[in-house]
């Protein structure tokens, strides 16, 4: 990785009794202001004082998740506001309270949390060696764990209250989903909680729209493109959804990483099929970019 994606750092304001100084300083913030400061701490590193987690360039940030700077971060709050509302809910996690984010990339998701955890119970985890070292890099207030692209039992058992995942398992074969969900569910604390997010219907139906535009000869998007070159007959995967089905497809040699399509249906077919002890509890269409799972561990 280019150590052009790495701006100059230092942390020499951070606190040495490992305070939370982002609570501490803007506890009082309504979500909505506390979205605006991490928004302000792309240009603005030092806010009240307090010395903000850096970010990757642009460049970078539009390659993992097709925007960056103040966009980027108003999905990874939408989608904060979303794990919150189905966890802890409002005002500050209970002391105590450890979370993952699981396939963290550069730290992005996590930020919003800081507020609300105590930097001894914020956690990473990120496959990718690289880009673990870049998020450890750029944010000295959470703990970013590292491992390979399958289960490895690198996760403590029983550790976490809360996990989530953001665009994990819109991409995981199901053989592959159903090894991380088995982890995460060892991972988790009893009664604790998963979040994770995955294409479904609308993506289809989006790349249904785009696969008889592209047939007209009109231009469409690029990762479109890339679904519609790797799926096949699109009718015939939007069936397979509808009949149940977790829908996969890759347009490289992967046995693990593609595009995923997952249902309430076909999420618990898999939950059952491998005896994993999570609960489905509430499955959500709307509400964000990509469908969303909520889960507990029993």
Not at 25 to 49: K, N, Y
Not at 111 to 126: K, Q
């Amino acid at each position: 990785m280019p150590g052009s994606h790495i701006p100059p750092i230092t942390y020499d304001s951070a606190p040495r009794d490992g305070r939370n100084v982002f609570r501490d300083g803007f506890g009082a913030l309504s979500d909505d202001e506390w979205c605006a400061v991490l928004g302000r701490s792309i240009a603005e590193p030092v806010i009240g004082g307090v010395r903000f987690p850096a970010f990757p360039n642009d460049d970078l940030q539009r390659h993992v998740h097709g925007s960056f700077g103040a966009n980027a971060m108003a999905e990874a709050f939408a989608f904060y506001s979303f794990v919150k509302a189905n966890s802890y809910g409002a005002g500050p996690a209970p002391p105590g309270t450890r979370i993952l984010d699981f396939g963290a990339g550069w730290g992005r998701t996590l930020r919003p949390f800081m507020r609300d955890v105590e930097f001894t119970g914020l956690f990473g985890f990120e496959p990718d060696f690289l880009f673990c070292t870049l998020a450890r890099t750029l944010n000295p207030y959470a703990a970013f764990l590292t491992g390979g692209a399958t289960p490895a039992g690198d996760l403590p058992g029983g550790f976490f209250d809360v996990v989530f995942s953001w665009s994990v398992f819109s991409h995981l074969s199901p053989a592959s989903a159903a090894l991380w969900l088995q982890e995460l569910a060892r991972a988790l604390a009893p009664g604790g909680t998963l979040v994770f997010t995955a294409w479904g219907a609308r993506f289809l139906h989006r790349l249904r729209d785009e696969a008889a535009a592209r047939a007209a000869g009109q231009a469409v998007d690029w990762y479109s493109g890339i679904c519609l070159d790797a799926a096949g007959s699109i009718e015939d995967r939007i069936q397979d959804y509808a009949n149940g089905g977790l829908v996969w497809f890759t347009s490289g040699q992967s046995t693990v990483y593609g595009e995923a399509f997952v249902s309430e249906v076909a999420l618990t077919r898999l939950l059952d099929e491998h005896r994993i002890p999570l609960a489905l509890v509430r499955s959500d269409t709307s509400a964000l970019g990509q469908d969303a799972f909520v889960l507990r561990r029993v």
